[in-house]
């Protein structure tokens, strides 16, 4: 059984930065593009920043500049870097892990609550 492992959420300042990390023991990492979603109170879930295994990245307009995804292949990790956080980042941040290999289907993380309040 797969489980996507989350960490690092919290209650930032306006301004501030913090680290996400979603671990993925056990997981065939290398076939799995690896992302960032997140869902505010009353809003559909939205994608943030994706990262294939070759490294290759993606980003929505509202985050480009301020946040980096990242991944270790070897520690099977991915991290989104979040940096001027304002007050509309505030959501529920969930990792994905999405395949083209149906037999292995997509993962979600349980989600972690970033809050951006002064």
């Given at each position: ?38 869902q505010a ?21 509202s985050?480009k ?13 991915v ?23 149906t ?16």
């Open positions: 059984q797969v489980q996507l492992v989350e960490s690092g959420g919290g209650l930032v300042q306006p301004g501030g930065s913090l680290r996400l990390s979603c671990a993925a023991p056990g997981m065939i990492f290398s076939i799995y593009t690896m992302g960032w979603y997140r109170p009353g809003k559909q879930r939205e994608l943030v920043a994706t990262v294939s295994h070759g490294g290759v990245t993606n980003y929505v307009d985050v500049g301020r946040f980096t995804i990242a991944r270790d292949n070897a520690k099977n990790t991290y989104l870097q979040m940096s001027s956080l304002k007050p509309e980042d505030t959501a529920v941040y969930y990792c994905n892990a999405h395949t083209v290999r037999e292995y289907g997509d993962h979600w993380g349980q989600g972690t609550q970033v809050t951006v309040s002064s």
